[in-house]
């Protein structure tokens, strides 16, 4: 069974990888990583600086997920290119994942990644839901028409944005317009977390994290059917772009939903969180038990063939 998958003309061992913010902070995460079966990685989040990030507790165990707000702690950019200088790209491809803060430090970090020469691929990070003060560039349209006008202009290779659930047909068309007017935007991970959820503790009668009141972004089997949407939804609408599906996966089954709904590759988060990157192993046997009972010998027969009624 041929779980390998194409991803920009680049051979994947397997349609699996993190999704960003998970297991990949620091140089011990991102070798575990190298060494996982995921068929690709990508870097947490990066600021031109090192961050902290909001004070804890900041992430907490939901009974169908995960809610956290993180406040984008990470090493600085420079941490990153220095891991990206060693990965090995053949063992499997490297994303670099940045948020900046401002859209100068944003410019500074990719003209830095363009430097470096790096194989690695960016995935502009237009979500982050818990920086307190920021409101989520990809909400607000014309900020994200000027972003991808700026970064494409001062990069000079493909590039990817990691966008938000958009809960809308509107929101979609008008996202999907805005996109698809950018021909080095080659790929759209969908979705990061829900932002802004909010549970409780029944028997303290509090909220489960300190930043923001216990406000935070939601991961999670909750959020499969929104990204499941979100992923069809760019699928349909930017047929030039490939889609990387992001959220609610825990199973084979959840895999190959993503994969049916539209996406090249599909990330893990929360489950990835909780389980540690030995989830590849049970992901990558899940998904080949039930392609080989549908009788599919490779991903490319039904990928993106999700059928309507
Ligand atoms: O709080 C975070 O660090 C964080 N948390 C998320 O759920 N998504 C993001 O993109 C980020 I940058």
Same mark, same amino acid.
């Given at each position: 069974?041929?779980l390998?998958t194409?991803?920009l003309?680049?051979?994947?061992?397997?349609p699996?990888?993190?999704?960003?913010g998970?297991?990949?902070?620091v140089?011990?995460?991102?070798h /575990?990583?190298a060494?996982?079966e995921?068929?690709?990685?990508?870097t947490k989040?990066?600021?031109l600086?090192?961050r @902290?990030?909001?004070?804890?507790?900041r992430?907490?165990t939901l009974?169908?997920g995960?809610i956290?707000?993180m406040?984008? *702690?990470?090493?600085?950019?420079?941490y990153?290119? @220095?891991?990206a200088?060693? =990965? @090995?790209?053949e063992n499997?491809?490297?994303?670099?994942?940045?948020?900046g803060l401002?859209?100068d430090?944003?410019?500074t970090i990719?003209a830095?990644?363009q430097d470096a020469?790096?194989?690695?691929?960016?995935?502009?990070?237009l979500?982050?839901?818990n920086? *307190?003060?920021?409101?989520q560039?990809?909400y607000d349209?014309?900020?994200?028409?000027?972003i991808?006008?700026?970064?494409?202009s001062?990069?000079?290779r493909p590039?990817?944005?990691?966008l938000?659930?958009?809960?809308?047909i509107?929101h979609?068309?008008e996202v999907?317009?805005?996109l698809?007017?950018y021909?080095?935007v080659n790929?759209i991970?969908?979705?990061n977390?829900?932002?802004?959820?909010?549970?409780?503790?029944m028997?303290?009668?509090?909220?489960?994290?300190?930043p923001?009141?216990?406000?935070?972004?939601i991961?999670g089997?909750?959020v499969?059917?929104? /990204?499941?949407?979100n992923v069809?939804?760019f =699928?349909?609408?930017?047929?030039?772009k490939?889609?990387i599906?992001?959220?609610?996966v825990?199973t084979?089954?959840?895999v190959?939903? =993503?994969?049916l709904?539209? /996406?090249s590759?599909?990330?893990?988060?929360?489950a990835l969180?909780e389980?540690? *990157?030995?989830?590849?192993?049970r992901?990558?046997?899940?998904l080949a038990?039930?392609?080989?009972?549908?009788?599919?010998?490779t991903?490319?027969e039904f990928q993106?063939?999700l059928k309507?009624?």
């Amino acid at each position: 069974l041929d779980l390998s998958t194409f991803f920009l003309g680049r051979p994947l061992t397997a349609p699996l990888m993190n999704a960003s913010g998970v297991w990949c902070n620091v140089n011990s995460q991102l070798h /575990a990583l190298a060494e996982s079966e995921a068929g690709a990685m990508v870097t947490k989040s990066c600021t031109l600086l090192r961050r @902290d990030g909001n004070p804890e507790p900041r992430y907490h165990t939901l009974t169908m997920g995960s809610i956290n707000s993180m406040g984008l *702690p990470n090493e600085g950019h420079q941490y990153y290119l @220095d891991y990206a200088e060693r =990965h @090995d790209y053949e063992n499997k491809p490297l994303f670099f994942s940045v948020a900046g803060l401002t859209l100068d430090d944003n410019l500074t970090i990719v003209a830095q990644i363009q430097d470096a020469y790096t194989p690695a691929l960016l995935e502009l990070n237009l979500s982050c839901p818990n920086v *307190p003060g920021k409101a989520q560039i990809a909400y607000d349209f014309d900020a994200l028409d000027v972003i991808l006008a700026e970064i494409s202009s001062a990069y000079s290779r493909p590039f990817g944005v990691k966008l938000p659930p958009y809960f809308d047909i509107a929101h979609f068309d008008e996202v999907a317009d805005i996109l698809n007017r950018y021909e080095k935007v080659n790929f759209i991970t969908c979705i990061n977390s829900i932002g802004n959820g909010l549970m409780i503790d029944m028997e303290s009668e509090t909220v489960l994290i300190k930043p923001k009141q216990g406000f935070g972004g939601i991961g999670g089997e909750y959020v499969l059917p929104t /990204a499941l949407a979100n992923v069809n939804a760019f =699928h349909q609408r930017c047929p030039k772009k490939s889609i990387i599906g992001c959220g609610g996966v825990n199973t084979g089954e959840h895999v190959f939903m =993503h994969l049916l709904a539209g /996406a090249s590759i599909v990330q893990v988060g929360t489950a990835l969180y909780e389980q540690g *990157p030995d989830i590849f192993v049970r992901l990558k046997a899940e998904l080949a038990q039930i392609m080989q009972e549908k009788g599919y010998k490779t991903i490319r027969e039904f990928q993106g063939k999700l059928k309507t009624l």
